[in-house]
């Protein structure tokens, strides 16, 4: 049985969605441009992996003034809360708690990041203290 196509980018794609979000919809020659001040890249490598990104659905084309226009399917944060919830299923089991306690346990948040999330938090559990007043239900914190 074939495997289902992944419509999540690859690390390549990627680059390329980083560049359509910067930049909006552009010609390959200014998607190459943007590329190649990270690293050299071919452009026939380019063209290629835009004809796999539009048959993922994660660009799109229209025709401009000198060939094809390229643009991304969906803003970086839609993109960006698919490639994290995949990573929470598949390398934590499911678990965000799992996440964070990798992020916290590596170091990897700075003390801005821990108060940020901090935050971030604190504003999850009021909105979900409010949502759950107006429909009736006893809050987390009620």
Do not use: H
């Amino acid at each position: 049985m074939a495997r289902p196509q992944n419509t999540q980018p690859t690390d390549g794609e990627l680059e390329i969605l980083k560049v359509l979000w910067g930049a909006g919809p552009c010609e390959l020659g200014r998607i190459c441009g943007e590329l190649r001040r990270e690293r050299p890249v071919a452009t026939t490598t380019v063209a290629t992996m835009l004809g796999v990104m539009l048959g993922k659905k994660l660009v799109k084309r229209a025709r401009g003034p000198r060939g094809y226009l390229w643009s991304a399917r969906s803003g970086r944060e839609a993109t960006t809360r698919g490639l994290v919830e995949r990573l929470i299923e598949r390398a934590f089991d499911g678990s965000a708690q799992l996440l964070v306690a990798q992020l916290v346990e590596s170091r990897k948040l700075s003390d801005s990041d821990r108060r940020q999330v901090l935050a971030l938090l604190e504003r999850g559990a009021a909105r979900a203290s409010d949502e759950s007043r107006r429909a009736g239900r006893p809050g987390p914190n009620d």
